[in-house]
């Protein structure tokens, strides 16, 4: 919220959810240890709670978590995030001329 606070809600057009809490970075943080989807949903709760409190949707959407490999059971892990996400997110990347996922 400092943050946001610092750069103006004018200059932010959204705010997204925890990025690949399913790679394997993110997996071998401590806080992640009791099981990563439930740190990234919970994480998105209180993210959406506090937002929520100052902001409405139209003035700053809340993105949803993406994951690193689209595999569908990932996804379903955290699928409780859906009640605190405003759109969803998925980041397309073009790898060695191959089309995107």
Partial sequence: MAYIDALG????????????GDSPWFMSLPLAKPGWSN??????????????????VEQ????????????????????????????VAIHTYVQKAQEPE
């Fill in 39 to 56: 740190v990234v949903v919970d994480y998105q709760r209180e993210v959406h709670r506090a937002l929520r409190e100052r902001y409405s």
């Fill in 9 to 20: 809600i004018q200059r932010i057009t959204s705010i997204e959810g925890q990025n690949e």
């Fill in 60 to 87: 700053l959407p809340l993105l949803s978590p993406s994951v690193l490999n689209w595999k569908p059971a990932d996804v379903a892990l955290i699928r409780g995030d859906a009640q605190y996400s405003d759109a």
